[in-house]
């Protein structure tokens, strides 16, 4: 199986910064893809930015310019720099990895436990 741990969340004045990490272990044959998403109180869960194992990062709009994701591939570790941070940003934030556990198995979504960020005015 696979587990994945997150950590780095937490409170902070708006302007201020976070860095989110998420560690994947277990049975990993390849990832094919990394992210986070984030989820407010009643809200649905939306994306915040995806790193593919190959080609380029993808990013929500409300982001771009202030979060940066990035992945230590040797580690099975996903990074999200959080920068200028709003009210808005406040949210559950979850990290995803989209694993095959072996060599004939088909990709899958694993889903963190989620850290909360607070960010106050």
């Known amino acids: 199986q696979v587990q994945l741990v997150e950590s780095g969340g937490g409170l902070v004045q708006a302007g201020g910064s976070l860095r989110l990490s998420c560690a994947a272990s277990?049975?990993?044959?390849?990832?094919?893809?990394m992210g986070w998403y984030r989820q407010a109180p009643g809200k649905q869960r939306e994306l915040v930015a995806t790193?593919?194992?190959?080609?380029?990062?993808n990013y929500a709009d409300s982001v771009k310019g202030r979060f940066t994701i990035s992945a230590d591939n040797a580690k099975d570790t996903v990074y999200l720099q959080m920068n200028s941070l709003k009210p808005e940003d406040t949210a559950v934030y979850y990290c995803?990895?989209?694993?095959?556990?072996?060599?004939?198995?088909?990709?899958?979504?694993?889903w963190g436990q989620g850290t909360q960020v607070t960010v106050s005015s």
């Open positions: 277990g049975s990993i044959f390849s990832i094919n893809a």
């Open positions: 995803y990895f989209r694993i095959r556990t072996h060599s004939l198995s088909t990709p899958r979504d694993y």
């Open positions: 790193i593919p194992s190959a080609g380029i990062t």
